[in-house]
């Protein structure tokens, strides 16, 4: 193990130590070639793609290349849900990825059902699996299709209006990854149908408040930095009221907009 936190350390990724022991592991566990999995890491892919799960909120999630890595700041999209979602409440997942925004919240509350729904096909069979290693399986039906051309369709689909809509959605501009292309980032790895959000990195938020508005009066976003105020404002004109919530690094990056009443 010491030979592998060389390596890494000598290629400078940061955490060497922690992610020499997770790669070790990882090998030994599953009869895997140590050195193959060194040097895709070496070569900056992410480790979570690397050994194909991460937790979020507590819980494994298995993941593959066509769904994001699930982040910390995410939790706070799921506290949300834990703590103000209706009793019995039905949850649209606008583009859920690895699912775990929606899943782990059904997890605690027994009485939640949702609708997850993403582009790409990878991501929807990595939730279902998702869905079934947290117990939720039951409670989850997942859809491959797209938010904005398949809206009426996902409308149809909903076994009745959702009580609330939930997304992490694609927010980096076009030059922020471009930049992470140029640079070689890990991010660089992740797909860009769930990263990119346009010039602005604001095009999925226009489209879901415009066209899902009337089919539920509570919409909760994850947002980029510095993103919150014009979101706010797309609310703001159609008649939502919002409340922020802040992340661990004290980052506004919350989003419920409530249609006033």
Same mark, same amino acid.
């Given at each position: 193990m010491k030979?592998?936190?060389? @390596? #890494?350390? =000598?290629? @400078? *990724?940061? %955490? &060497?130590?922690?992610e020499s022991k997770i790669i070790a592991g990882h090998a030994e566990k599953n009869n895997l070639d140590v050195?193959?999995? /060194?040097?895709?890491? !070496? @070569?900056?892919? +992410?480790?979570?793609? !690397? *050994?194909g799960e991460w937790e979020f909120y507590g819980d494994v999630y298995k993941l593959n290349n066509d769904c994001l890595i699930p982040r910390p700041e995410t939790e706070f999209l799921t506290e949300h849900i834990i703590d103000n979602a209706r009793e019995n409440a039905l949850i649209l997942d606008l583009c859920s990825g690895s699912g775990c925004a929606s899943i782990s919240a059904l997890k605690r509350r027994k009485d939640l059902r949702a609708v997850l729904i993403d582009i790409a096909r990878g991501a929807v069979e990595i939730s279902?699996?998702?869905a079934a290693l947290n117990g939720v399986a039951d409670r989850t039906v997942c859809y491959c299709l797209d938010i904005i051309k398949d809206a009426a369709e996902i409308?149809?689909?909903?076994?009745? @209006? +959702?009580?609330?809509? /939930?997304? %992490?959605? +694609?927010?980096?501009?076009?030059?922020? /990854? =471009?930049?992470?292309?140029?640079?070689?980032l890990e991010l660089s790895h992740e797909p860009e149908t769930a990263l990119l959000g346009g010039?602005?990195? #604001?095009?999925? &938020?226009?489209? !879901? *408040?415009? %066209?899902?508005?009337?089919?539920c009066s509570e919409l909760i976003f994850e947002?980029? !930095?510095n993103q919150y105020k014009k979101i706010m404002t797309l609310f703001e004109s159609y008649d939502f009221n919002c409340d922020i919530i802040k992340d661990y690094s004290n980052i506004?990056? *919350?989003?419920?907009?409530?249609?006033?009443?």
């Open positions: 030979n592998i936190a060389q @390596k #890494l350390k =000598e290629s @400078k *990724i940061e %955490n &060497y130590l922690f050195s193959e999995l /060194v040097s895709r890491r !070496i @070569k900056r892919e +992410p480790l979570q793609y !690397i *050994i279902r699996e998702n409308t149809r689909l909903c076994e009745r @209006k +959702p009580d609330l809509i /939930v997304s %992490n959605p +694609p927010y980096l501009t076009l030059s922020e /990854v =471009e930049q992470a292309r140029s640079d070689g010039a602005d990195g #604001l095009d999925f &938020y226009r489209f !879901i *408040i415009a %066209n899902y508005k009337n089919i947002c980029g !930095i506004e990056r *919350i989003i419920v907009g409530k249609r006033r009443m």
